[in-house]
């Protein structure tokens, strides 16, 4: 199957500060890609649609100015948590989509944020 | 939106018995994943399954689209399958993006 890798895993990060999400498709191009979020025994939350060349959409509720997302190229969407605040610690993960074939969507290993 | 459901919420297991989850939709949708995530949180595709039955290995899954349900079962459970099991389908509107459901988590004892 196709691989998406996220990067980093992990990250601690001090209030206040920015960290940048990575979101990779190895195999394939992605002309959209999708950013979830998930606290400790929900669900995931998606929380905008990435689109490769032009603005990414958010869903309801999800400030734009706090989570920043850019889809630069084919195989490459990042997110940047701006100005990170404790309740902003949380599971992030990212799916890709292949634009070549079917609506079978593919997730990367996720990234744990802390936020100190 | 369209609304998915799983049931039950919480399943606790004897090592070597089997078990169905079920997932419910709340409109028509053009296909289905079912994913196990795992204690470090990364979501393992078990099923890509629009429609019909799917088997690999212990589990299996089908999928009803036209009464918006499908089933995953679980046999001969093992202390490995233990972590969330979700449902996601695709919102239709043309972007493709998943929404999940709302989980079930499985615990299997030795």
């Known amino acids: 199957g196709a691989v998406v890798s996220q990067h980093p895993s992990r990250v601690i990060c001090k209030s206040g500060t920015s960290v940048k999400i990575e979101c990779r498709s190895l195999?394939?191009?992605?002309?959209?890609m999708f950013w979830y979020r998930q606290f400790p025994k929900q669900s995931l939350m998606l929380m905008a649609t990435s689109n490769e060349g032009s603005k990414a959409t958010y869903e309801q509720g999800v400030e734009k100015d706090k989570f920043l997302i850019n889809h630069a190229s084919l195989t490459l969407s990042t997110l940047t948590v701006t100005s990170a605040h404790p309740e902003d610690s949380s599971f992030y993960i990212c799916?890709?989509?292949?634009?070549?074939?079917?609506?079978?969507?593919?997730f990367g290993q996720g990234t744990r944020l802390t936020v100190v | 939106g369209i609304q998915v459901e799983q049931s039950p919420p919480d399943l606790i297991l004897q090592e070597g018995a089997n078990s169905t989850l079920r997932c419910n939709f709340s409109?028509?949708?053009?296909?289905l994943q079912w994913f196990h995530q795992n204690p470090w949180g990364q979501l393992i595709n078990l099923f890509y399954i629009p429609s019909g039955t799917k088997q690999n290995g212990r589990l299996s899954a089908t999928t009803v689209a036209t009464e918006r349900y499908s089933l995953l079962y679980i046999s001969s459970s093992q202390t490995t399958d233990s972590g969330v099991y979700f449902c996601?389908?695709?919102?239709?509107?043309?972007?493709?993006?998943?929404?999940f459901g709302t989980g079930t988590r499985l615990k299997v004892l030795a």
């Open positions: 996601a389908v695709p919102n239709t509107s043309g972007t493709y993006k998943y929404i």
């Open positions: 799916s890709a989509r292949d634009s070549g074939s079917r609506t079978e969507a593919f």
């Open positions: 409109d028509s949708v053009n296909n």
């Open positions: 195999d394939f191009q992605a002309t959209t």
